[in-house]
Every structure is written in structure tokens, then in C-alpha cells.
């Protein structure tokens, strides 16, 4: 199995250090504009080998497109031009954009719509790590529009990478990662940029921060190339998202104003309902 992974950071790097240890590609090719990346990819024995990307689709069973969204949009048409009979899929963290890119290509059933939950706030091939995907979620889209069997291959794939499958159209599943993804990042990336405005002129706030405000603004060291069209793409149910999210802080802001107790209570009664979701 020869698989090619077009962009070498956090998800694609990974994705190649488990396929291979796990006996599922015999041979990785990877693919970076970043001619730093794709050395360091090599150096780490990430990739096996490096190509362009036109030569790296041929003689190739399954090709990931790992980059931002942004260039995905870009190179995703491309790749079905030039792919004949190869399984193509990618990782990028909103679905309806692309698949609508593709809709009417005439090797649409090349392609498999899928998004990997999973996910740190580094970037870059040393982000990448071994059991990255274990437990986590895989989200297929619009596999109607895809070949049974290239969408079975995939599907395997990440069966190998021990990720549990759901199955969405990909407006919806735009919809339900604004709520339990791209709002947690814009969230993290407010709060650090408050606490930053709030150190310029208290200088020992950041010398008290505990672990709680570590792991809240964890996110907000992720990459603004990868982030910033995924919250554009993403606007209408973004949007939304944030109302919700302003109304709620707005109802917190008017209780503690009040010295509400019982409300505040309640509020925090109310939130910490999601340990039975999580746990």
C-alpha cells in the first residue's frame, strides 16, 4: 500500500508514523511546499521519500490531502484532474466548501469527504506523534457521492488508526463542529488576548496562572494559517455559535453585577451537566 500524504505537520505526520508501524502502508511519499518541512519530515522518518505532487499521485493507492483549508480548496480539483483510478482523501476541519468544490468533477467518486477529530495545538512534522487518532472520532461526509469500494479502503485506513466512524452530510457537520471545535479556539484565542492586554499593566498575572488557565488558552498557541479560514469558511454557523456564546457570558456578566447567587449557582449547575456527555 502506498499512501501520499500532501502536507507533513501535526495530522499528516501522524497519520504517516501510525500507517506504517502498523503494517498498513508499505511506503509513504510525502509531499510540502515547505522545503523545510519536507526535509525534516525525512529526517524524522516520517516520510520515506519526498516528490512534487503531480509525480507523487502516481503508482499511489491513497492520497491524504493534510494542509489547511485554504489550500485544500485549491488543490483538491486539481489532484481529481490528474488522479486515474487513486483513492483520494482529506482531513480538513470543514466539509461543505470542498464538497461543493467537487461536486460535479467527473472523478468525484475518487474522492472521500472525511475529518479526524484529533488534534493538538502544535504544528509542523515534530508536532507529530504516534497514536495521535487512538479513540477518537473520524467524520465521513457525502459518502453517497463516493465509490463504495475507494470509500471502504479509507474507511480501513482509519479502522487502523483505531478511530470510531460517524457518518454526516458535510452541512451538517459544519454546523456541529462550530459548536464543539472552532468555538472552543476562538474562545481560547479572546481569553489569551484579554489576559495579555490585562499583564501589560499587571505584570505578575501570568506568574499566578494555575493549570485550569493553562488548559484554557492551550488552544489559543495553535496557527493562524490553519485557523483563520477555517472561521471564514465556516462564517454562517460560526456566527450563530458566538451569539449563543455572547448571550450566555452576558447572563453570567448580569448575575455576578447582582450578586445573583441562586442564578449563578444554577448557571454552574447547569454547565456541569456536560460531565455526562464527556465522561
Known sequence: MKIRIIGLGLIGGSMAIDLKKRGFATKIIGVDNNSQNAQRALDLGIADEIMDMDKAVENTDIVVLATPLKAALKILPHLLDI???QVITDVCSTKKSLCETVE????????IAAHPMAGTENSGPDAAQENLFDNRVIIFCDTEKSDNHKFALV?????????????MNSQNHDEHV??????SHISSFALAITVLQKEKNEKNILALASGGFESTVRLAKSSSSMWTPIFCDNQSNLLEVIDTYMNVLSNFKAAIVAKEEMKIDDMIIQANKIRKILN
Open 83 to 85: 488522479s486515474t483510478n
Open 104 to 111: 460535479n468533477h467527473p472523478n468525484r467518486k475518487n474522492y
Open 178 to 183: 462550530a459548536y464543539v471545535s472552532h468555538i
Open 155 to 167: 474507511e480501513k485506513m482509519y479502522n487502523v488508526l483505531r478511530m470510531k466512524s460517524i457518518y
